[in-house]
């Protein structure tokens, strides 16, 4: 299992950013995918998730709103759009996979917001 997270930057407050999660080494189609981010010295926390058909969506209440998951299962990719970012937003982001023995993580992306 490889999970590549892309898409990280530095950006000024109240732009967006999409962040692209590609998968290989399992059935991403039928696959429930996660975003996690973690702040400096903060706990990793969930951010959005998505089902494997893209029909069922969840996301934090901090980022209802304002940040869209979504996939392309003929990609095997899992994407993260977030509008309106702030300096809050700032953090390392992941994708990650759970399959029947463990959790799979990318190596995470980092979006930093800043003026």
């Known amino acids: 299992v490889q999970l590549v997270e892309s898409g990280g930057g530095l950006v000024q407050p109240g732009v967006s950013l999409r962040l692209s999660c590609a998968a290989s080494?399992?059935?991403?189609?039928?696959?429930?995918m996660n975003w996690y981010r973690q702040a400096p010295g903060k706990e990793r926390e969930l951010v959005a998730g998505?089902?494997?058909?893209?029909?069922?969506?969840n996301y934090a209440d901090s980022v209802k709103g304002r940040f869209t998951i979504s996939r392309d299962n003929a990609k095997n990719t899992v994407y993260l759009q977030m509008n309106s970012l702030t300096p809050e937003d700032t953090a390392v982001y992941y994708c990650?996979?759970?399959?029947?023995?463990?959790?799979?993580w990318g190596q995470g992306t980092q979006v930093t917001v800043s003026s």
């Open positions: 080494g399992f059935t991403f189609s039928s696959a429930y």
């Open positions: 998505i089902s494997s058909t893209g029909a069922l969506l």
């Open positions: 990650k996979v759970r399959r029947p023995l463990t959790d799979y």
